[in-house]
């Protein structure tokens, strides 16, 4: 079945009865799309983890060694930081190694949208 022409008649009735006329933001541009820098080929998967409210492997990565940084910033006992930057070197290589893996620093569009992933982080 072709509902095109269904949906055509519908969206027609609703023009002419002013359903649009007052919809919010109307004659304002749409927000700018916060993956816009992400590359194409990526940038639908993000999308769909950032609506599952998962994040990719590097952010997940990047969240855990702002974490790790902030224990070892107040932490008290030597041995509990030992471990903790112990922890923060496996990560950090861990990171590097992803991101060399993926190729993400010859991306011009990653380093731009990196800056913006730090910035929200505070790097």
């Given at each position: 079945m072709d509902f095109g022409h269904l949906i055509e008649e519908k969206i027609r009735q609703?023009?002419?009865?002013?359903?649009?006329?007052?919809?919010?933001?109307?004659?304002?541009?749409l927000p700018k799309d916060e993956l816009s820098h992400v590359p194409d080929d990526m940038r639908n998967s993000y999308r769909i983890l950032k609506n599952a409210n998962m994040l990719p492997e590097e952010m997940q990565l990047k969240k855990e060694i702002v974490s790790l940084e902030e224990l070892i910033a107040y932490c008290e006992n030597p041995e509990e930081a030992a471990d903790y930057k112990r922890e923060l070197t496996e990560k950090q290589v861990r990171f590097n190694v992803l991101m060399e893996k993926r190729k993400m620093g010859q991306s011009g569009a990653y380093r731009q949208y990196s800056g913006k992933i730090d910035r929200k982080f505070g790097f």
């Open positions: 609703s023009i002419k009865n002013g359903d649009f006329e007052h919809l919010p933001g109307k004659g304002k541009p």
